[in-house]
Nanobody, 115 residues
Framework: QVQLVESGGGLVQAGGSLRLSCAAS????????MAWYRQATGMKGELVAT???????NYGDFVRGRFTISRDNAKNMSFLQMNSLKPEDTAVYYC?????????WGQGTQVTVSS
């Protein structure tokens, strides 16, 4: 059974940092691309960052050097380091993977950035 479990969200002041973690199980993690998405209240979800199985990252335009996605294949975990956070980064952040072509999502972790 595929499971993705996020952690690390919370309340932070503008300019601060958070590190989100995604613990994966139930599939061959090292063979799978991983991604982080976010959805703010009343807004459409958007892609934050992806990282391929080989470790190549890609980011949404709004990230602009503030976030870093990484992975630890030995621990079956993906991470999203978020620096210089802005109030507009407030959202629920979701971990995603699609092993074998099926989409899987974590339960989400709330990130709130106060001004």
């Amino acid at each position: 059974q595929v499971q993705l479990v996020e952690s690390g969200g919370g309340l932070v002041q503008a300019g601060g940092s958070l590190r989100l973690s995604c613990a994966a199980s139930g599939f061959v993690f090292s063979d799978s691309d991983m991604a982080w998405y976010r959805q703010a209240t009343g807004m459409k979800g958007e892609l934050v960052a992806t990282i391929t199985s080989g470790g190549s990252p890609n980011y949404g335009d709004f990230v602009r050097g503030r976030f870093t996605i990484s992975r630890d294949n030995a621990k079956n975990m993906s991470f999203l380091q978020m620096n210089s956070l802005k109030p507009e980064d407030t959202a629920v952040y979701y971990c995603h993977s699609a092993p074998n072509g099926n989409d899987y999502w974590g339960q989400g972790t709330q990130v709130t950035v106060s001004s």
